[in-house]
């Protein structure tokens, strides 16, 4: 029955932050009640479970860092083109930031399928190319 209520409670808010606060209740809670149930029994080591639930805490802030909240998804052709024209970048630069192609009229070609939509660019590269644009700017100030 806790288990719905948990499940209903984190569906209703979008708050990262109350969801976070309903994931530790529920784990405390339930370390609480596992221990209280079984520490009167002697022969059972309870260090383990207690391991176990300090490890779930520690996925439980991973998960719930506010950086994976914002899930790293592929970008759209819009961002990509936006990104690049706002860089200054022709295709063929912008491909060769990421370490793209052997020449520059085959660095260019990879740029344009992701402009095109045709192939998706990886998130990693994203992550890449907006973290090389932004310094490039930075050390240009």
């Keep these: 029955m806790q288990h719905r209520s948990i499940s209903q409670r984190l569906s209703k808010t979008k708050s990262l932050a109350i ?3 309903i994931l530790e209740d529920w784990v405390n ?3 609480s009640e596992l221990i209280n149930s079984i520490k009167h029994i002697k ?3 309870i260090s383990p479970i207690k391991n176990r639930f300090t490890g779930l805490r520690s996925v439980l802030a991973l998960l719930t860092e506010e950086k994976l909240e914002q899930k ?3 970008p759209t ?3 990509i ?3 690049r024209n706002a860089a200054g970048l022709t295709q063929a630069q912008a491909a060769t930031l990421l370490h793209k192609g052997k020449d520059d009229k085959d660095a260019s070609r990879y740029w344009q399928q992701w402009e095109a939509g045709k192939y998706k660019l990886d998130p990693a590269l994203w992550e890449l190319f907006l973290i090389k644009i932004k310094r490039s700017k ?3 100030e």
Excluded: G, Y
Aim: net charge negative; no cysteine; proline share 5%.
């Design 43 to 45: 022969e059972i080591d």
């Design 72 to 74: 790293i998804l592929h």
């Design 77 to 79: 052709p819009e961002q």
């Design 29 to 31: 809670n339930w370390e």
């Design 81 to 83: 083109r936006e990104a």
């Design 19 to 21: 969801k976070k606060e």
């Design 138 to 140: 930075n050390n240009d």
